[in-house]
């Protein structure tokens, strides 16, 4: 009797995770208000609001990158990229992550430097060490707005332990770092599992710590960032005739940066709507109000990785197919090329061989 063969792991996650995202949504419809209460929201949207609310978050996204470029300035031997290289792949990871699960959009913008300065050994996993040290100097400003927030805004009693998790994940973090920056002795990336390969590139990343200055600035301008981010939420409360104070944009801010923590699928859409829907009802607004603004909001967001992104995407004469087999932490070293440019390379090398 033949044994029941089940499909490939990722043919299976690929048809899971629609799955389990339209059981969210649906959960969240049935406990919820109806279609036609969140469709009415949006007819009263502002749309000059709206258009606001996608210019600061462009601004958000120039800080930011701005913060990646000193954090690569300081581990990065000369030549370094310029500004424009780092916001182009900084663009492309933005769009790889809004349409793809699992953070390929980090290890995207990696490529992205990395196949524009080639032949320099090593040069993958610092980078790879400078995205984690970007994602670090987070740290200090969402413990600024969790401080925020405890002490302004009306915050659910099961919204409380996000808020808890959150400063101890941070605050964790900070102290990783901060020891982390202070060894210099680093291991061979050379014959190390791909955990290990991470945290030694990690570290390497987070040399940036051991020169204040650009940490600082580094930090400065992550802050910067998030508060452009919070301005953004604000702003697109108004396109949605939402009056609620600044305090509650940070409440959503907060939660919704917390219900993308773990990328289940792209967006976690219908995830990002509840947290953004339920904290708002402390304030007034209705719950088929507060999840039309989730979408609006999370639509808001990802209409300015997208559009720069594919902008940038085509700049780079890369695909979305490339996208989707981005090289991982165990190919720090190996990882020099993009895989369709490898196998380019790899036939182009052949018919020279069949020719001679």
């Given at each position: 009797?033949?044994?029941?063969?089940?499909?490939?792991?990722?043919?299976?996650?690929?048809?899971?995770?629609?799955?389990?995202?339209?059981?969210?949504?649906?959960?969240?419809?049935?406990?919820?208000?109806?279609?036609?209460?969140?469709?009415?929201?949006?007819?009263?949207?502002?749309?000059?609001?709206?258009?606001?609310?996608?210019?600061?978050?462009?601004?958000?996204?120039?800080?930011?990158?701005?913060?990646?470029?000193?954090?690569?300035?300081?581990?990065?031997?000369?030549?370094?990229?310029?500004?424009?290289?780092?916001?182009?792949?900084?663009?492309?990871?933005?769009?790889?992550?809004?349409?793809?699960?699992?953070?390929?959009?980090?290890?995207?913008?990696?490529?992205?430097?990395?196949?524009?300065?080639?032949?320099?050994?090593?040069?993958?996993?610092?980078?790879?060490?400078?995205?984690?040290?970007?994602?670090?100097?987070?740290?200090?400003?969402?413990?600024?707005?969790?401080?925020?927030?405890?002490?302004?805004?009306?915050?659910?009693?099961?919204?409380?332990?996000?808020?808890?998790?959150?400063?101890?994940?941070?605050?964790?973090?900070?102290?990783?770092?901060?020891?982390?920056?202070?060894?210099?002795?680093?291991?061979?990336?050379?014959?190390?599992?791909?955990?290990?390969?991470?945290?030694?590139?990690?570290?390497?990343?987070?040399?940036?710590?051991?020169?204040?200055?650009?940490?600082?600035?580094?930090?400065?301008?992550?802050?910067?960032?998030?508060?452009?981010?919070?301005?953004?939420?604000?702003?697109?409360?108004?396109?949605?005739?939402?009056?609620?104070?600044?305090?509650?944009?940070?409440?959503?801010?907060?939660?919704?940066?917390?219900?993308?923590?773990?990328?289940?699928?792209?967006?976690?859409?219908?995830?990002?709507?509840?947290?953004?829907?339920?904290?708002?009802?402390?304030?007034?607004?209705?719950?088929?109000?507060?999840?039309?603004?989730?979408?609006?909001?999370?639509?808001?967001?990802?209409?300015?990785?997208?559009?720069?992104?594919?902008?940038?995407?085509?700049?780079?004469?890369?695909?979305?197919?490339?996208?989707?087999?981005?090289p991982d932490a165990s190919q720090a070293e190996m990882g020099e090329e993009l895989p369709e440019e490898e196998d380019d390379r790899r036939a182009a090398g052949a018919g020279v061989s069949g020719k001679s």
């Amino acid at each position: 009797m033949k044994r029941l063969r089940l499909p490939r792991s990722k043919w299976w996650r690929a048809a899971l995770v629609p799955l389990f995202a339209a059981g969210v949504i649906g959960l969240l419809l049935w406990r919820g208000p109806s279609l036609s209460g969140i469709a009415d929201a949006f007819t009263a949207v502002k749309w000059q609001w709206v258009a606001v609310a996608i210019g600061i978050n462009l601004a958000s996204v120039v800080v930011r990158a701005l913060a990646w470029r000193t954090v690569i300035r300081a581990a990065v031997p000369p030549p370094r990229p310029g500004f424009m290289l780092v916001f182009s792949a900084f663009s492309v990871g933005l769009f790889a992550n809004a349409v793809l699960p699992g953070r390929i959009g980090e290890l995207a913008r990696v490529a992205v430097l990395n196949r524009k300065l080639p032949g320099r050994r090593g040069l993958w996993a610092t980078l790879v060490g400078t995205v984690v040290a970007h994602r670090v100097f987070d740290v200090v400003p969402v413990v600024l707005l969790v401080l925020y927030v405890l002490i302004t805004a009306k915050i659910p009693g099961w919204a409380m332990t996000s808020v808890v998790v959150a400063i101890g994940v941070g605050v964790a973090l900070l102290a990783f770092a901060v020891a982390s920056a202070r060894r210099q002795n680093l291991p061979s990336l050379d014959n190390l599992g791909p955990v290990r390969r991470l945290l030694v590139m990690a570290r390497q990343g987070l040399g940036v710590l051991r020169d204040p200055k650009p940490a600082f600035l580094a930090i400065l301008f992550q802050c910067l960032g998030w508060l452009c981010q919070l301005l953004a939420v604000w702003t697109a409360m108004r396109a949605f005739d939402i009056h609620a104070p600044l305090p509650a944009a940070g409440l959503v801010l907060l939660l919704m940066n917390v219900a993308t923590i773990f990328p289940l699928w792209p967006g976690n859409v219908g995830l990002v709507q509840a947290a953004v829907a339920y904290p708002l009802g402390a304030y007034g607004v209705s719950r088929a109000h507060g999840i039309a603004y989730g979408f609006g909001l999370q639509a808001i967001e990802a209409s300015v990785g997208i559009g720069i992104g594919l902008i940038f995407l085509g700049t780079e004469g890369l695909s979305f197919a490339m996208l989707k087999v981005m090289p991982d932490a165990s190919q720090a070293e190996m990882g020099e090329e993009l895989p369709e440019e490898e196998d380019d390379r790899r036939a182009a090398g052949a018919g020279v061989s069949g020719k001679s």
